[in-house]
């Protein structure tokens, strides 16, 4: 960028470092989405509650379904195909 095109898009200047930043925490929310970690602590928390008692099969079965999917919309997401 030359100088004249630097003093020419000054005003603009805000407008840029604000989308840099709404960039940033995009980035960061999508990470924080996509990361398969706490999925799986969710699944092994809801078997200790099954073998424990606290929740019956049929819900058992219902919320593991919901995280599997969850972890195959990550697994998609990471081979980049459709979310």
Known sequence: MGLLT??????LAPV????????RVLEAAEAEYYDPEP?????AQLEKQLVAG???EETF???EDQ???RLEEIKLHEQGGPS
Request: charged share 30%.
């Open 54 to 56: 606290e929740i019956d």
């Open 16 to 23: 840029r470092g604000v989308a840099w930043v709404m960039d």
């Open 61 to 63: 079965d219902r919320l």
């Open 6 to 11: 630097q003093l020419v898009t000054l005003p």
């Open 39 to 43: 999925i799986r602590l969710q699944l």
């Open 67 to 69: 995280l599997l999917d």
